[in-house]
C-alpha cells in the first residue's frame, strides 16, 4: 500500500463499564488508547465496540477499514455469528487482523486457526520478557532485542494453534512458562496477527513497545494489492490437450 | 505407534448409486477398493457410508479409528454437524485425516483449514503428473520422482488452503494447471493430508502409486503417542515469582 | 525501509561479449536492462560484473548496497571466495539478496541454503507459466493470477533447495515439469529470493512481469530495520537465579 | 524403515580426557554413556571420536550409518574439512543428523544452515526447562508437557538459524532467557535435529528424557526410503512440446 492503511479498533468495552480497576487504566476504553497511539503516528483510525448496532461492524465499516484490531475476553459468545462470517469474509478477502491477548478465543480467531485456541495461564501478574526470535521481520523494527512487561498476565504452552507461518515473539514468564506471543498467519489474501500481551487490569497498552508492535503489525497486516484470484469452473484449457 | 494403524474409509457413496460410469468404475463403492488395497497391506479397516446411521460414524467407531480417510462430492451439505463436530474433536485429539479430492470442500477439511478451500477445475480427463517435491518425506516412500495419471479431473491454483506445515506434491496438468496436491498440516495432535487425485468417473483408486501414497499417508498421520497436553488455569507458579 | 532501496545488479557479463545472440539481445548486458527498468521506478541502481576489480563488489560498494541483485552462469567458480564471503556477512548483517536463473548454482546461493541446490533443466525454449501461489505476498503486487514466457529455459523437479519459508510462484512447463520458481528464505537479518526465469539466449529481462516481480522482490528483501542482536557470553542473569 | 535405524555416535572426546569434572561424570566418554542408552533400548550403535584416523568417519563407517550423532565443542576447526564434505554428502543423501549442545558451531551444522549458528550463553548451571511446542510430533513420544534439567547451560536467544521446518521444543532458564532448544530440518534427502542440552560438565546425558529425546530423534531422522531423485539435462520433454 502506498498510502497509510485505514485501522478499525473493536474493543468488547465491558470491562472498562464494570471493574473499577480496568476503568481507572482505560478511562475510554482500552480500543481508545490503542487508537490515540496508532492515530499519533498518522493512521487513520475508527473505533467499535460490542454493545454498537452490528456489533459495531456494519458492512460499510469493514469495508473501508484494511486492518481490525481485535479486543475480547468475557463476551465471545456474544458477538452475533453473522458479524463474524462478515469478518471472516472480509479477511479471506484481505483485509488484515490483528487479535490481542485474550481474543486468542474470539469465534474470528478460532475460525481462522481451525484449532482450540486454548492455552494455560495464571493472573498474578508476574514479569514477562518478550524475545524477538525473528529479527528481520517487519514486525520488529524498532525494537530491542527483547522487551519486558514489569506485570502482565501468564498465557503459557501449550498454545492450541497451528504452526505460525512466522514466529516474532517468544516470551519469558517468570513463573516458569514460555508462550509463542507474537504469531502470524495468511488467510486467503489477508494477514493475521495474534499478540500476546494486554491483560486488561494492568497498564499493558500504556507501554511504548507493545504499542510499537501493534503499528508494526498494522503496517505488516496491510492489504498488499496482489492478484485477483478465480476460483471455480473453467471450461478450456488453456492449452489445447492432446 | 508399534502396531498398525486401525483405518476407516468414509465415503459418501452416492455416485457409484446413481451413476453407471461410476458404478462400473467402482461397484461396491470407491471405500471398498481403497479398503481392500489397504487391508492386503495388513490395515485394519472399518468402513462408513454417509447413508448410515450417524453418518457411519458414531462416536465408538470415531473412538477406534487412528487415521479416518474421507471422500466426498455431491453432499458435504447432508453430513450431520454434530458428526463434523465429533470428527474435528478426534482429529485435534490425535486422530489422523485423510481428505480425498473433491473432499476439499467437506465441512471437516474446511473447519480445520480456516479458509475457503476453493480452487479451479476442468473435467476433460487430462493427464496429470504428481511431482515429488520433497523426496525424503515418508509419504513418498516407495514411489518414484513422479508418477502420472493418464486421465484425471484438473484441481487448479489457486488453492485457497494455509501454506502448508509440509508439502509433498505438486500436480502438472496438460492444460496449463499446476496445483498443490499432497498438503501436510498439524491440528492440535492430530495431523491431516490432503490429496488431489480421485475423480469419481475415472479409475484414479485402481492406480498403484494412488493406492500407495494413501497407505503411506495413513501410516504418517497415526497418531504418534506425545505428551497429553493441559489447559486452562495454572493457580500456582511452578517457580516462586518475586 | 522509508526511503527507496540502493540497489546494486551484479551480473557475470560474459555471455553477452562472447555469445551474438546474447548480445543482440542485451548489447549492455542483461544487469543494465534489468538496472534500467529499476532505475525508471525509481530505484538507485548500481552495475558490478564479475571481471571488474574485486569482481565488481568492494566492500564499499557493498555498504552501500540494501539490494544485490545476482545473474551468473559459465563462471560461478571465478567469483572470489574472499568476495562471496562477504556477500555472505553482509546477507546476515541486513542486505538483500534476489538471485536469478542459473545462479542457484553460485556460490553465495549455495552456502546460504545449505544444499547444493541442483536440478534438472532442458534448453529448448518451451512455454513456462508461472502460477502466484501465494497472492497476498508483496512479490505478487501487481501481477495476475499467473503469467506466461513464451520461451524459456525449463528448470524442473526436484530443486534441492530447503523448503521456502515462503513460496510465490510454482512454474509450469509445456513439456511436463513443474519448478518453484519464486522462493523466500530468511539467512540472519537477510531475506532472499530466488526467482527462476532469465535464460540468456531468450529477451526474458525484457517481459514486464519479470521485472515487475524483481522490483517487487527488491522492495520485500530491503532491510528492514530490526533489533540488533547480540552473541556470545552474557555473564549475568537477567534475573537472580536460585 | 523397517529394521531399527544404525546409529554412529561422534564424541568430539577431549574434555573427558582433560577435565576431572567431565571424567567423573562421562570416564568413558559422554558419547559411551549415549550409545549405552540407545543400545538398551535395541538400535544397533558404534562409536566414533576426533582423534582416531579419519576424525572417526571413514567413508565405509559413513555408508554403514543411518543417523549420526554429534557432540563437539573445544576443536570445531581440528574436524577435517574432507571429513565434514563426506558427512554433507552422507546428509544430502539421505543420512539422518542428530546435532547436541555445543555442536551448534561444529563445521557441519553451520554448513547445512547457512548461518552463522551463533547465540548467547551462561554457564552457571541455572534451571532449565523444556517445553515440548509441538506435542504431536514423533520427537516428543514419551514425554510429559515439559521437562526439567535442575542444572545446565543457558543458551539463549537470539539463534542465528534458519525458522526451523519444525519447532518441537522451547526452552524457559531461570535467568530470563528462551531459546528454540528442539530444531528440525530437511536438507537434500536427510534429515537434521538440533537438540540444545548437553553441558559436558553437567551430568545430563544421564537424565532418561534427554536420553528418551535423542532415541526419539533418531527414529525420527533414519532414512525413509523415498524416491531416487535426479539432476541435470534433461534431453527430451516428457510431452511434445508445441
Same sequence: chains 1, 2, 3, 4.
Avoid at 42 to 66: H, M, R, S
Avoid at 178 to 183: H, L, P, T, W
Avoid at 210 to 235: E, K, M
Wanted: hydrophobic residues 40%; negative net charge.
Amino acid at each position: 500500500m502506498e498510502t497509510l492503511p485505514r485501522v478499525t479498533i473493536w474493543n468488547e468495552f465491558r470491562h472498562e463499564k464494570k471493574n473499577e480497576q480496568v476503568a481507572r487504566i482505560y478511562p475510554e476504553g482500552l480500543h481508545v488508547m490503542i487508537g490515540k497511539a496508532l492515530g499519533a503516528k498518522g493512521l487513520d483510525v475508527q473505533l467499535a465496540a460490542l454493545d454498537e448496532p452490528d456489533n459495531g461492524l456494519p458492512i460499510e465499516k469493514l469495508v473501508g477499514t484494511d486492518v481490525l484490531v481485535w479486543w475480547g475476553h468475557m463476551a465471545h459468545g456474544e458477538v452475533k455469528d453473522e458479524v463474524v462470517e462478515r469478518v471472516y469474509e472480509r479477511v479471506l478477502a484481505g483485509m488484515g487482523l490483528i487479535v490481542l491477548h485474550s481474543a486468542h478465543f474470539s469465534k474470528i480467531f478460532r475460525k481462522l486457526m481451525g484449532t482450540t485456541c486454548n492455552l494455560k495461564w495464571r493472573a498474578i501478574g508476574e514479569k514477562e520478557r518478550l524475545w524477538v526470535v525473528n529479527p528481520a521481520h517487519p514486525i520488529a523494527v524498532g525494537l530491542g532485542e527483547y522487551f519486558e512487561l514489569e506485570h502482565e498476565e501468564m498465557y503459557g504452552e501449550h498454545f492450541d494453534i497451528p504452526a505460525p507461518d512466522e514466529l516474532v515473539f517468544i516470551s519469558w514468564f517468570a513463573g516458569g512458562d514460555v508462550f509463542r506471543s507474537g504469531c502470524c498467519y495468511h488467510r486467503g489474501m489477508g494477514k493475521v496477527f495474534y499478540f500476546q500481551p494486554g491483560h486488561e487490569t494492568l497498564p499493558t497498552y500504556h507501554d511504548p513497545n507493545v504499542l510499537r508492535v501493534i503499528y508494526n503489525a498494522v503496517l505488516w497486516a496491510a492489504p498488499s494489492g496482489g492478484p485477483q484470484v478465480t476460483f471455480g469452473h473453467r471450461p478450456e484449457p488453456l492449452e489445447p490437450v492432446k
